[in-house]
């Protein structure tokens, strides 16, 4: 069974709606993540699950316990919920031990002496455990953060934005040593985050939220390459709608040509649809034929984001090696390397 279940769940403020009908489940040991821009909903989810904030509709499942509905409000205490937030909340006059002693103080000390050894060999700090907060590195506090909240042995754990506020190339590091722990450890968790490649670093399965609504809740394979709407399309990874016109049941004319898509059931014969078109989908080869502008160019390190002109003026991404330093307004040569196209009603 599912050790988290939400059901069609709406949440409000006074009288301002912040979610309408969200739904997903998580697996034991599962790790989710929930993305999507500010306002959107994110953190008021995590309070509902918690029993900070009482929702006004559906139902929240921990294990085989209704702990929310609209006529049932279990207290926050009573849920065996960790959290981990992004100002870390650890306590300045407290070392690393009492820290993370401090979730646990109902247990012996003897029991209390093996679970914060053990808790801190799991997050690499063994040997350190006199130290205080301020002597820690960012990423460190975040550690034992971690440890604290996980030292009850939490039915579930919810980590809100725990990585914003340290260094972009430490997030995803560091993102991928939580998974590690939170495995091994065999934790339920639920993450928000803005950062897609937090998520896709620590996420077994992830959700894009928009204005109080779960769009997708899916892997992050089928996110990226099988988007259900244009927001997620645009929100993860990168990418252009251009338009097209339904050829067949199973493809889509475009400025790129004819491309392969399921569009059987969706749309009709010779309609206008817009088409999905990711940076790699647009290869770069020098020996191709087929030419393209070159309008605009990012440099990356490892290679450039070029944006390309097709016939019509509409744009695409393609993504070179930075060795293949071509300047605006040049041109190269592309083909095409899309299997499968993503399409959706035509955006206008």
Request: proline residues 4%.
């Amino acid at each position: 069974m599912p050790e988290l279940i939400i059901k069609a769940i709406h949440s409000a403020h006074q009288k301002t709606d912040i979610l309408n009908g969200i739904s997903l489940h998580l697996k034991e040991g599962e790790i989710g993540c929930l993305l999507g821009p500010s306002g959107c909903g994110k953190t008021t989810l995590l309070r509902n699950i918690a029993g900070l904030h009482p929702i006004r509709g559906g139902e929240i499942f921990l294990g085989d316990q209704l702990v929310s509905s609209e006529n049932t409000h279990l207290a926050t205490e009573s849920r065996k919920v960790g959290m981990v937030f992004q100002d870390y909340a650890l306590f300045p006059h407290m070392n690393i031990a009492d820290n993370i002693r401090f979730g646990i103080e109902n247990y012996t000390p003897k029991q209390q002496q093996e679970r914060i050894a053990t808790l801190l060999e799991l997050i690499g700090l063994a040997g350190k455990e006199k130290r205080y907060p301020h002597e820690l590195s960012g990423g460190q506090q975040q550690r034992v953060a971690l440890a604290r909240a996980l030292a009850a042995k939490p039915q579930i754990l919810l980590m809100d934005e725990p990585f914003s506020g340290l260094d972009v190339e430490l997030r995803e590091t560091l993102a991928q040593q939580v998974r590690c722990i939170l495995k091994t450890e065999g934790i339920t968790a639920l993450m928000v985050t803005h950062s897609q490649s937090e998520a896709f670093a620590i996420a077994d399965s992830m959700g894009v939220m928009q204005q109080g609504k779960l769009l997708q809740w899916d892997t992050a394979y089928n996110l990226y390459h099988k988007p259900n709407h244009p927001f997620v399309a645009d929100f993860i990874g990168q990418g252009v709608l251009i338009k097209g016109t339904v050829y067949s049941c199973s493809q889509v004319h475009t400025e790129l040509g004819i491309l392969n898509a399921n569009v059987c059931n969706c749309f009709n014969p010779n309609e206008a649809v817009s088409v999905l078109v990711r940076p790699d989908d647009i290869i770069h080869n020098d020996d191709s034929d087929w030419q393209l502008e070159v309008v605009n160019r990012v440099f990356r390190g490892s290679h450039f984001l070029f944006t390309l002109k097709l016939n019509n003026g509409e744009q695409v991404l393609c993504m070179s090696q930075s060795h293949h330093n071509h300047k605006i307004g040049s041109k190269i040569g592309v083909k095409l390397e899309m299997d499968h196209a993503v399409v959706f009603p035509l955006q206008t």
